[in-house]
């Protein structure tokens, strides 16, 4: 299992479902591929004869630039969602993400405010659901996408039952 | 007050009564609607009146009772919803919450718990200030609207109310024999005053300030070179809104005095709007000081706080005078604030620490910076950019010309993050956010070595969570407080607080005691 440099030493991390890949594939299709056909519209129009005066190296630069973006991003899928993990300690959540741009946070239990769990048409396809923490700041943004239902429903008794036992004020 | 029974009797007054605001608030609140619907109905005739024409000539003759009469009825019906809105809003103080009933086709019920009030202020604005009524505006820990707003109350009695929520709050118990008693007002301090002109000195070395010099050195050239004189008249709306921006800071600014009571620290300020806040102890969730590069010459600073419920600051908006903590002082005046929200700084030397995270460079004072191999990312704040943990809380300091001095309590951290992107990763460094309420402040250690920001993240986890078991009560005085000896240059605010406290302690701090000997 990867851990880059940021990681705190010593920490088995638990990943999320694997199945998770399709939620974010159907989110990349969804996304890109309707911005790659809008951008290639001119193309088309050039190719029938419509605009003739849009130059045909512009018409075919913007959409594949975009494409080639979006397959990047869709090449990166599996391994962002390789590097998702969460980490139950004592006293707090551990959370890491991201690959270029890595993000490992902890998360009192005493400070948690309140939990969420959202199940997206997808995700409840696939038996998925996204776990939400919240504490007293809008900028902890802490997310566990792609745990499996039953999974995501122990996780949040146990954090509700860890926050209870050591609730803390503001 | 009439509704609401006689106020005089001390005794037994805030104690689960229902009882409204004063009832010519609702007039001080819509005095535009009314001065707006005179100037509807009144304009025409008075520009006759200007012209020497009759008042009742011509065609309006015929008209007239009918206008009056539109009038009359426009006047008569925004006086009577005036009077049900004042009907409708009652508030109760009771043991644990305060309620607010308003609301006359909608009805609102609110209610807010005593323990967790995060701030309370007195507004006044200039009209109600006439008519010697205030406003109670108090605070929860949610970063949307005021939890509770009376509108208005007479000065006396908003100063009372206030005395009793904080009492309440505090965790004191009533006194024995009298349990209806209500609190009597603690008994504060003044520490320190921000003179006139320090304040407009400061706004004149303000960081606009700077762009306006700049702007306009710009547009004299620009308009030297294309011989155009006409884009002066478009400066006009920017150069009015410039003088709107810097009357603001001013008038908010104007006589800022900082006081400190048993209940917390009392901001006042404002020229023609007056405004009273009262941060009780512990409230204050990060805080900062910045020193903007003119200030220099002075030595100049702003401190601005993060306060759960105030939340985040606009540009010119309420938020952002709220969040000020010190609109601009010196040194000594820093250093004093400091000792009043971290009461023990958890260190032995704790002025030296302050400096340096003031205007401190390299490793001075114990700060830990940006490691050498990184000063390609950051040529001139390398030496800057750093972090120092205390017992008590986590210091940050950065920028080498707009300084800056992040303060973060241990038991206020609400969460962290380690952030590294793939420039730092190449050159072994990480960031650290902490998280906190939403305000002005963003706590972050920018450019730490890897291994030292996984040290401080661990270690950071390590001191939030002991400090959060120290902290076992939203009562503040339920809780230890730990009253050491401040910084050198405060030592007459502590000869104030001592007494304050025992005035008001009903039970001694119990727990732990001073972190250090």
């Given at each position: 299992m990867h851990t880059a440099a940021i990681d705190p030493p010593g920490i088995a991390w638990l990943r999320v479902s694997p199945k998770y890949v399709t939620v974010r594939l159907v989110e990349w299709a969804v996304g890109n591929l309707i911005v790659v056909a809008v951008l290639s519209l001119p193309l088309l129009f050039t190719l029938l004869g419509w605009?003739?005066?849009?130059?045909r190296w512009l018409a075919v630069a913007v959409p594949a630039f975009m494409l080639v973006l979006a397959v990047w991003r869709l090449v990166l899928i599996p391994r962002q969602v390789r590097a998702i993990g969460y980490a139950e300690r004592d006293d707090d959540l551990l959370i890491r993400g991201g690959i270029f741009f890595q993000r490992v946070m902890v998360v009192p239990y005493g400070r948690m405010q309140y939990v969420d769990i959202s199940v997206g048409p997808v995700e409840r396809w696939l038996g998925l659901c996204t776990l939400k923490l919240h504490t007293a700041s809008a900028s902890t943004n802490a997310m566990i996408p792609g745990l499996p239902a039953e999974e995501g429903a122990r996780l949040r008794e146990q954090l509700s039952a860890r926050g209870e036992a050591r609730l803390a004020g503001l | 007050m009439t509704a609401g029974g006689p106020l005089a009797v001390p005794g037994e007054k805030y104690d689960g009564e229902w009882l409204r605001v004063h009832p010519a608030s609702p007039f001080v609140r819509g005095w535009v609607a009314l001065a707006a619907i005179g100037y509807f109905f009144g304009r025409d005739a008075f520009e006759r009146m200007l012209q020497g024409e009759p008042i009742m000539g011509g065609q309006i003759a015929g008209r007239a009772p009918w206008l009056l009469g539109g009038g009359a009825l426009v006047l008569v019906l925004a006086v009577l919803g005036f009077i049900l809105s004042w009907y409708f809003t009652r508030y109760q103080v009771t043991e644990g919450y305060v309620r607010v009933n308003t609301g006359f086709l909608f009805k609102q019920q609110r209610q807010a718990r005593l323990?967790?009030?995060q701030a309370i202020d007195i507004v006044q604005p200039l009209l109600a200030r006439i008519f010697g009524l205030a406003e109670l505006k108090f605070e929860v820990?949610?970063?949307?609207?005021?939890a509770v707003r009376l509108a208005y109350l007479r000065i006396d009695d908003a100063r009372q109310l206030r005395a009793t929520i904080l009492a309440r709050a505090s965790g004191a118990e009533p006194e024995p024999g009298r349990p209806e008693a209500a609190a009597p007002e603690a008994p504060e301090q003044q520490v320190l005053q921000v003179p006139p002109s320090r304040l407009i000195g400061s706004l004149l070395l303000s960081e606009q300030s700077v762009f306006i010099v700049l702007g306009g050195a710009a547009s004299v050239v620009l308009s030297a070179v294309t011989?155009?004189?006409?884009f002066f008249l478009y400066l006009i709306p920017a150069a009015l809104g410039l003088f709107a921006a810097y009357w603001n800071s001013f008038h908010r600014g104007y006589n800022f005095t900082v006081a400190i009571s048993p209940d917390g620290i009392r901001l006042r300020y404002g020229l023609l709007d007056t405004q009273a806040q009262t941060l009780p102890p512990g409230r204050i969730q990060a805080l900062r000081v910045v020193q903007p590069p003119l200030w220099r010459i002075f030595g100049w600073y702003r401190m601005q706080v993060n306060v759960a419920g105030y939340g985040t600051a606009g540009n010119n908006g309420e938020a952002g005078t709220r969040t000020t903590l010190l609109p601009v002082g010196e040194l000594e005046d820093v250093l004093n604030m400091l000792a009043l929200v971290l009461?023990?700084?958890?260190?032995?030397?704790p002025l030296r620490v302050f400096q340096c995270g003031l205007y401190g460079l390299d490793s001075d004072g114990g700060f830990v910076t940006t490691p050498r191999r990184a000063r390609l990312l950051a040529p001139l704040g390398w030496r800057r950019n750093g972090f120092a943990a205390t017992d008590t809380a986590l210091l940050m300091r950065s920028g080498r010309w707009w300084r800056q001095l992040v303060v973060v309590p241990?038991?206020?951290?609400q969460s962290m993050a380690l952030h590294q992107g793939p420039l730092a990763r190449r050159f072994k460094l990480a960031d650290l956010v902490l998280h906190t309420t939403a305000g002005p402040v963003t706590p972050r250690v920018i450019q730490a070595d890897v291994g030292e920001a996984l040290a401080l993240f661990d270690a950071q986890a390590a001191r939030a969570r002991a400090a959060r078991k120290r902290q076992t009560s939203e009562h503040w005085l339920a809780q230890a407080a730990p009253l050491v000896e401040p910084a050198p240059p405060v030592e007459h605010v502590e000869t104030g607080l001592a007494p304050g406290l025992d005035h008001r302690a009903s039970h001694p701090p119990q727990q732990e005691g001073p972190q250090r000997g």
């Open positions: 605009w003739s005066w849009l130059p | 323990d967790r009030v820990a949610d970063a949307g609207e005021s011989e155009n004189r006409a009461p023990d700084p958890g260190t032995d030397d241990h038991q206020r951290t």
